[in-house]
């Protein structure tokens, strides 16, 4: 199994991820939001440029959110899908986050076609 940092490097991460993991901050490729709602899961993140940028890995600033100061730096970050950050922040200064469910929805769709198409069960 590859490595953590080598996975974010593969999956063109910012650098601040990949310290980081090589610092043993973060230990796992898996979003860490309470809530993840990647229809593909926890474990799953496409490469930046990928088809769709929702699913690729992102700096959540952790325990000190940025809009309360927090800095980027290893021991204020953990890994999160970057819709999965960015519905968490909604949640968080009460802004509606409707349409982001709504691409949750559609990349769910779509994954279920590709899933049948592909002869795959459904996840």
Same mark, same amino acid.
């Given at each position: ?19 980081a ?5 973060? +230990? ?7 809530? /993840?709602?990647?229809? #593909?899961? =926890?474990?799953?993140f496409?490469p %930046?440029?990928?088809?769709s940028?929702?699913?690729?890995? +992102? ?7 940025? /809009?309360?100061?927090? #800095?980027? =730096?290893?021991?204020?970050?953990? %890994?999160?899908h970057r819709?999965?950050?960015r519905?968490d ?5 009460n ?12 990349a ?7 899933d ?8």
């Open positions: 199994m590859k490595s953590v940092v080598a996975e974010l490097k593969r999956l063109k991460a910012r650098p601040i991820l990949t310290r993991a090589a610092a043993g901050k973060i +230990t796992e490729l898996e979003c860490m939001m309470d809530t /993840c709602y990647c229809p #593909r899961g =926890r474990g799953y496409e %930046l440029g990928g088809d940028p929702d699913w690729r890995p +992102t700096n959540d600033h952790y325990p000190i959110l940025a /809009c309360e100061g927090g #800095r980027e =730096r290893v021991d204020n970050s953990r %890994l999160a819709l999965c950050n519905v922040y909604s949640k968080l200064i802004r509606s986050y409707t349409k982001d469910l709504a691409r949750v929805e559609a769910r769709q779509a994954w279920l076609l590709l049948a198409s592909e002869g795959r069960p459904a996840a």
